[in-house]
């Protein structure tokens, strides 16, 4: 019987021992060694039956521990899924993205899904916490900085294939349209040197791109900067 119990807390307090090596500090871990230490004591003294009862309370505690550290490591993870959403939604919600006019739909629903998962971390539960955030970030992923296109063209002479509202309205950047020249006619006609020929453009004339489809605007076209291609609106 003497062995047996010695056995059990050979067993226990090796078992405890493993637990405490992956965990960090905290209460329950401290009272698991505490334990710990009693059991070695009783067993060093030959009371075999309080070094049992040392060493199962010793793994109690060990465990408790380990459920705490799962917890605390899951409210960690919690946290920083909350943030990299939060950090997500307040760029979209800026004026590089202007998520809520752009996206108006995917933006509240985003919205909702980061305020559920605020008041799920609120009442610690970090899974569900994680789940809503990572529902926030995936609809905000979707959301992309608004493209600027330019807003003016400087005509210039050029020896070959010399600009025309034409060919300027069929730069990616500008329309990539050539059939939508008229919309460059019609913005600066007022400025050409003859009115009602819309053929006759002089280098050096500073010509507007009005925007088609609400779309950004500024700055004036330069060959060799990487612009977004643009798309027409078919509404």
Same mark, same amino acid.
């Given at each position: 019987m003497k062995k047996l119990i010695m056995i059990l807390a050979a067993a226990l307090l090796f078992a405890a021992t493993l637990a405490g090596q992956s965990l960090t500090n905290n209460?329950?871990?401290?009272?698991?060694?505490?334990?710990?230490?009693?059991?070695? &004591?009783?067993?060093?003294?030959?009371?075999?039956d309080a070094?049992?009862?040392y060493a199962a309370q010793a793994q109690e505690y060990a465990e408790m521990s380990d459920l705490y550290?799962?917890?605390?490591?899951?409210k960690k993870d919690a946290e920083t899924a909350f943030a990299e959403a939060q950090a997500r939604y307040d760029w979209v919600s800026g004026p590089e993205v202007d998520a809520a006019l752009r996206y108006p739909l995917d933006y509240a629903a985003a919205t909702l899904a980061l305020e559920e998962a605020k008041l799920e971390l609120s009442?610690?539960?970090?899974?569900?916490a994680i789940e809503q955030s990572k529902k926030a970030l995936s609809l905000?992923?979707?959301?992309?900085?608004?493209?600027?296109?330019p807003a003016f063209y400087v005509v210039e002479r050029k020896q070959t294939l010399t600009d025309c509202l034409w060919r300027i309205a069929e730069l990616p950047a500008v329309y990539n349209d050539p059939y939508l020249w008229t919309e460059l006619y019609k913005a600066n006609r007022s400025?050409?040197?003859?009115?009602?020929?819309? &053929?006759?453009?002089?280098?050096?004339m500073i010509l507007r791109i009005p925007a088609?489809?609400?779309?950004?605007?500024?700055?004036?076209?330069?060959?060799?900067?990487?612009?977004?291609?643009?798309e027409k609106s078919e509404n």
């Amino acid at each position: 019987m003497k062995k047996l119990i010695m056995i059990l807390a050979a067993a226990l307090l090796f078992a405890a021992t493993l637990a405490g090596q992956s965990l960090t500090n905290n209460e329950y871990f401290r009272k698991s060694l505490e334990l710990e230490r009693k059991s070695n &004591d009783a067993f060093e003294y030959g009371d075999y039956d309080a070094a049992a009862d040392y060493a199962a309370q010793a793994q109690e505690y060990a465990e408790m521990s380990d459920l705490y550290v799962a917890q605390m490591l899951l409210k960690k993870d919690a946290e920083t899924a909350f943030a990299e959403a939060q950090a997500r939604y307040d760029w979209v919600s800026g004026p590089e993205v202007d998520a809520a006019l752009r996206y108006p739909l995917d933006y509240a629903a985003a919205t909702l899904a980061l305020e559920e998962a605020k008041l799920e971390l609120s009442n610690d539960s970090y899974d569900k916490a994680i789940e809503q955030s990572k529902k926030a970030l995936s609809l905000l992923a979707l959301m992309q900085k608004t493209p600027v296109f330019p807003a003016f063209y400087v005509v210039e002479r050029k020896q070959t294939l010399t600009d025309c509202l034409w060919r300027i309205a069929e730069l990616p950047a500008v329309y990539n349209d050539p059939y939508l020249w008229t919309e460059l006619y019609k913005a600066n006609r007022s400025i050409m040197p003859e009115p009602n020929n819309p &053929d006759l453009i002089l280098p050096g004339m500073i010509l507007r791109i009005p925007a088609l489809n609400n779309e950004k605007r500024e700055g004036t076209w330069q060959a060799g900067v990487e612009y977004p291609v643009f798309e027409k609106s078919e509404n």
